[in-house]
């Protein structure tokens, strides 16, 4: 499945495919994971741990964060939110974000949803009931996929405080 992710983001980076159908693949690929695994290996009961209402952010690893800030905003027209370069860039993409961090293993990192009515205490319960391991980093909860992928869960992104303000 990473090598498909890492497919589909080579095709993006290098013009073969839009941001739309980037974003549009990856959702797809993950959603498809999700929606077809097994992951406390027990029958679906019907109603989901959560629902997703959107994908919220997508967490990137990056080599050089003003390099990839520059060619984000030149070719995609994505605008800064909050530059903390050297370590970090958050980048408005309608009413989503990309997260640039800086590694020195250049990869996808983390995709976020968005969740009605988040609260990270409720949420790390209720992926323990579910049989699922999680980590809570501030008011971050973390888990993975049946494929290692990393999945974030968030409220509305722009809900946040402290979050500067996104101009539409």
Same mark, same amino acid.
């Given at each position: 499945m990473i090598d498909f992710m890492e497919q589909i983001l &080579?095709?993006? /980076?290098?013009g073969h495919i839009s941001r739309r159908e980037a974003v549009v #693949? $990856? @959702?797809? $690929? =993950? $959603?498809? =994971?999700?929606g077809t695994s097994n992951i406390a290996n027990t029958q679906h009961s019907g109603s989901p741990t959560f629902q997703a209402k959107g994908l919220n952010h997508l967490g990137l690893r990056v080599s050089n964060i003003s $390099?990839? #800030? %520059?060619?984000?905003?030149e070719h995609l027209g994505l605008t800064v939110i909050r530059d903390n &370069? +050297?370590?970090?860039?958050? !980048? @408005?993409?309608?009413?989503?974000?990309?997260g640039l961090f800086r590694s %020195?293993? +250049? #990869? !996808? %990192?983390h995709c976020c949803? &968005?969740? /009605? @009515?988040?609260d990270p205490d409720s949420a790390t319960q209720k992926l323990k009931k579910a049989g699922i391991d999680s980590r809570?980093?501030?008011? #971050?909860?973390?888990?993975e996929d049946p494929d290692d992928l990393t999945i974030q869960l968030s409220g509305k992104w722009d809900s946040w405080p402290g &979050? +500067? +303000? =996104?101009q539409r």
């Open positions: &080579t095709n993006f /980076e290098s #693949r $990856l @959702a797809s $690929l =993950v $959603l498809g =994971v999700v $390099l990839s #800030r %520059d060619f984000y905003r &370069t +050297p370590h970090n860039c958050f !980048m @408005a993409c309608g009413d989503n974000y990309v %020195d293993n +250049p #990869r !996808m %990192d949803y &968005t969740v /009605e @009515a988040y809570r980093e501030e008011n #971050r909860v973390y888990f &979050t +500067p +303000p =996104v």
